[in-house]
Nanobody, 125 residues
Framework: QVQLQQSGGGVVQIGGSMTLACAAS????????TGWFRQSPGKERQFVGVVTWRGDLKHYADSTKGRFTVFKDASKNTVYLEMNNLIPDDTGIYYC??????????????????WGQGTQVTVSS
């Protein structure tokens, strides 16, 4: 079984930066892709970005491309989400999630089997 432990989050000013971390344990076959999602009250869960452990493939949502970076530290089994030039629309609860190598579209939250506990990110002036 995969377990995901998130750290980071809090309040950040518009235009600021913040980095979130997701430490993973369990079989690597069950965490082929580690994705980041966010959700605000009354809104659907939104894809943010993803990186794969095999092949180091990356994909980003249009709303975060060029501002956010997903990267990994294999020695620590940890995936990071680096967020820059933050805007109020970035506010929400951020989740990391793990998908197996049988997953299809890694931008779809239904393809993910395991989820972190979530952490609040608030962008304020």
């Amino acid at each position: 079984q995969v377990q995901l432990q998130q750290s980071g989050g809090g309040v950040v000013q518009i235009g600021g930066s913040m980095t979130l971390a997701c430490a993973a344990s369990g079989p690597s076959v069950s965490r082929y892709g580690t994705g980041w999602f966010r959700q605000s009250p009354g809104k659907e869960r939104q894809f943010v970005g993803v990186v794969t452990w095999r092949g180091d493939l990356k994909h980003y949502a249009d709303s975060t491309k060029g501002r956010f970076t997903v990267f990994k530290d294999a020695s620590k089994n940890t995936v990071y989400l680096e967020m820059n030039n933050l805007i109020p629309d970035d506010t929400g609860i951020y989740y990391c999630a793990a998908a197996s190598d049988q997953a299809g579209n890694l931008g779809d939250p239904e393809e993910y089997d395991y989820w972190g506990q979530g952490t609040q990110v608030t962008v304020s002036s």
